[in-house]
């Protein structure tokens, strides 16, 4: 009984990829192109893998490849992560409300509350409103 390339790597769980590598190594032998003897392709795969002690790498690998992909699986529909778009929005809205606040601060309440003052008061005020810009401006940055 022979089999096809594809059921080779289907019965496997290789892609077929990995299957014409095994082929062209000599791990394995078709009878003719795409088509392998059943019986015999099993024992030479499973001696090859015993040999290297591949079978049980592969079979971590994997595993934890499908520990990963459903965990992440999980997070996703359990809400633990936010799509890039819905983040990158957000940040834009803060940050254009936050500039909307400074900028209102900075045109309409510091003339205001420097009315009447002296050149030296004028600029302690000055540093201390660019300070809590600055410091606002770290914030929306972390």
């Not at 496997?12 to 394995?28: H, Q, S, V, W």
């Not at 809205?93 to 205001?112: D, F, G, N, S, Y």
């Amino acid at each position: 009984m022979t089999i096809s390339t594809a059921e080779l790597a289907g019965l496997c769980d290789l892609t077929e990829r990995r299957i014409r590598k095994l082929t062209e190594a000599g791990i394995i032998q078709p009878l003719k192109p795409g088509r392998y003897p059943l019986k015999a392709t099993f024992a030479r795969l499973i001696a090859h893998y015993r040999a290297s002690g591949a079978l049980t790498a592969i079979r971590r690998e994997e595993l934890h490849e499908r520990i990963r992909r459903l965990k992440f699986t999980n997070d996703t529909r359990e809400g633990k992560f936010i799509e890039l778009d819905v983040v990158k929005e957000w940040a834009r809205a803060t940050w254009t409300k936050e500039r909307e606040i400074l900028t209102r601060r900075l045109v309409i309440e510091l003339p205001q509350k420097l009315e009447g003052l002296t050149a030296q008061e004028i600029r302690d005020r000055l540093d201390a409103v660019v300070g809590e810009v600055l410091d606002a401006m770290k914030q929306i940055q972390t």
